[in-house]
């Protein structure tokens, strides 16, 4: 039972992540394309976790926590930047 819900929420997150992706592409302003890349991150740290609880691994967890950093950092970045006109004052 534990496969197949690891299997469907596998899919179902990478579901989500191909969307957030065309989300990024075709987004209609900035802001949306910022809100989408920040899904996208968290999208893909959910997938990271998923696939260390099916293998059985504790090493993508501490990539899922790297990933989460830098998503963080750059969504931050990116709306600073889009609001002040820098990142830096």
Same mark, same amino acid.
């Given at each position: 039972m534990?496969?197949? +819900? #690891?299997?469907?929420? =596998?899919?179902?997150?990478?579901?989500? /992540?191909? %969307?957030?992706?065309?989300? @990024?592409?075709?987004?209609?302003?900035?802001?949306?394309?910022?809100?989408?890349?920040?899904t996208?991150?968290?999208?893909?740290? +959910? #997938?990271?976790?998923? =696939?260390?609880?099916?293998?059985?691994? /504790?090493? %993508?967890?501490?990539?899922? @926590?790297?990933?989460?950093?830098?998503?963080?950092?750059?969504?931050?970045?990116?709306a600073?930047?889009?609001?002040?006109?820098?990142v830096?004052?």
């Amino acid at each position: 039972m534990i496969e197949w +819900a #690891l299997n469907f929420a =596998l899919a179902a997150v990478g579901l989500a /992540t191909v %969307l957030c992706g065309w989300r @990024l592409l075709r987004g209609p302003s900035a802001i949306d394309r910022v809100l989408a890349l920040d899904t996208l991150y968290i999208n893909v740290v +959910a #997938l990271v976790i998923l =696939l260390g609880i099916q293998r059985r691994t /504790t090493f %993508l967890f501490e990539a899922a @926590l790297i990933v989460a950093m830098l998503g963080f950092v750059s969504t931050v970045a990116l709306a600073r930047y889009l609001s002040r006109g820098d990142v830096i004052e």
